[in-house]
């Protein structure tokens, strides 16, 4: 076992049947309360993003990827954009609608948030059913962005999300 491995075992909780029945939602609050914890733990996202090359902006999905991805993009000397839930970005906006594991939704990117070309690495906490990553991967490229991979705290491999990302690269630093 990783120490990255290690350390989400010991702090995530495993919530049954939330938000709905039959849904095991994966809670990482307890390690965003720890600042020890959690400054190592954004240290294993960071060497795992360093793997993918350069990277000229990190976009991180609402919201627990704007608790990641924001000191990601601070350590890497990337900036950062949110991908945020349907209606919350005020301008032009593009959007992606999109399954999960229990429902649809929406995502939406500001238009000239990511400039032609620039590398861009997705920083969320979970790869379920792949829906949010792969609508947030659209958006990126939709924005001219050339999407270098994800980095991610947690994988749930029995939902077979990552066949839905195709080849891009994608890094889960524990399978759950």
Do not use: C
Request: hydrophobic letters at 50%; zero cysteines.
């Amino acid at each position: 076992m990783t120490e990255a491995e290690a350390l989400l075992q010991r702090w995530v909780r495993s919530i049954p049947d939330w938000p709905e029945p039959g849904v095991i939602f994966r809670d990482l609050t307890p390690l965003f309360a720890d600042p020890t914890a959690f400054g190592e733990f954004i240290g294993h996202l960071v060497g795992a993003a360093a793997s993918l090359g350069p990277v000229d902006v990190v976009a991180g999905i609402e919201a627990r990827g704007f608790i990641l991805g924001s000191p990601v993009a601070e350590r890497l000397r990337a900036g950062f954009v949110p991908i945020r839930k349907a209606g919350k970005l005020p301008g032009k906006v593009h959007s992606m609608t999109f399954t999960l594991e229990y429902s649809q939704a929406t995502i939406e990117l500001h238009a000239d948030a990511i400039k032609p070309g620039e590398r861009v690495l997705i920083v969320d906490d979970v790869l379920a059913t792949g829906g949010t990553l792969a609508a947030a991967s659209a958006l990126v490229v939709e924005s001219g962005g050339t999407h270098v991979g994800n980095v991610l705290a947690i994988e749930l491999p029995a939902l077979a999300g990552r066949a839905r990302l195709g080849d891009t690269p994608t890094i889960a630093l524990t399978e759950m």
